[in-house]
């Protein structure tokens, strides 16, 4: 399976904005479709946003449209996410999570993927 580590995680004022990067390796990176979850302690595990295999595909959660972006670089082997307008209610842990695209098409449900990240951690500050 690929293996995926997250970076780019870090304390933010509300209102700022971050870039995540997910990297990885050992697999080939576009037979995956890529997807961001993010969990803060307490609550349930929350989808943010996923792309499909060649980027052509985009889904939101409701509370990240209009202010998170979803990409990747297949020649860089890397999905990102780019959040902008962050607010306190952002602050969780983050998670990129692949899913195989012969498994399906892009999901909204953690089961679906395959391949997790270690997580990184995003605090926004009020």
């Known amino acids: 399976q690929v293996q995926l580590v997250e970076s780019g995680g870090g304390l933010v004022q509300a209102g700022g904005s971050l870039r995540l990067s997910c990297a990885a390796s050992g697999g080939i990176f576009s037979n995956y479709h890529m997807g961001w979850f993010r969990q803060a302690p307490g609550k349930e595990r929350e989808f943010v946003d996923a792309?499909?295999?060649?980027?052509?595909?985009?889904i939101y959660g409701d509370s990240m449209k209009g202010r998170f972006i979803i990409s990747r670089d297949n020649a860089k082997n890397t999905a990102y996410l780019q959040m902008n307008s962050l607010k306190p209610e952002d602050t969780a842990k983050y998670y990129c999570?692949?899913?195989?695209?012969?498994?399906?098409?892009?999901?909204?449900?953690?089961?679906?993927?395959?391949?997790w990240g270690q997580g990184t951690q995003v605090t926004v500050s009020s």
């Open positions: 792309i499909s295999w060649s980027g052509g595909n985009t």
């Open positions: 999570a692949a899913r195989n695209r012969r498994d399906g098409g892009l999901s909204m449900s953690g089961s679906a993927y395959t391949s």
